[in-house]
């Protein structure tokens, strides 16, 4: 049985920092992608960072480049996020996400088989 779970959302005023955490099981982890996408209420969810478990490589949106840093360690099967100067529009519930290497956008969420439960995270002004 294929399980993520996410943790380490919460409450931060703008400014602030939170780290989240990805632990994968019943899955292959290495040589594939991982993501986390983020959804705020009424709006779709969103790609937010990108990582190839294989190779290391990393991709960000545009909003959160020089902020969030993807990270993994593949001896625990776990995946990160270190988010640094939130910002209230960062407020949203994020979920981590694993799939295939493909080609095409790696942040396109079609390409993901197998999600977390999801994690609030909430920025206040």
């Known amino acids: 049985q294929v399980q993520l779970v996410e943790s380490g959302g919460g409450s931060v005023q703008a400014g602030g920092s939170l780290r989240l955490s990805c632990a994968v099981s019943?899955?292959?982890?290495?040589?594939?992608?991982m993501a986390w996408f983020r959804q705020a209420p009424g709006k779709e969810r969103e790609g937010v960072a990108h990582?190839?478990?294989?190779?290391?490589?990393?991709y960000y949106v545009d909003s959160v480049k020089g902020r969030f840093a993807i990270s993994q360690d593949n001896a625990k099967n776990t995946m990160y996020l270190q988010m640094n100067s939130l910002k209230p529009e960062d407020t949203a519930m994020y979920y981590c996400a694993i799939g295939p290497p493909r080609n095409g956008y790696v942040l396109d969420r079609r390409g993901y088989n197998y999600w977390g439960q999801g994690t609030q995270v909430t920025v206040s002004s």
């Open positions: 019943g899955y292959t982890y290495s040589r594939n992608f």
């Open positions: 990582i190839h478990t294989g190779s290391g490589s990393t």
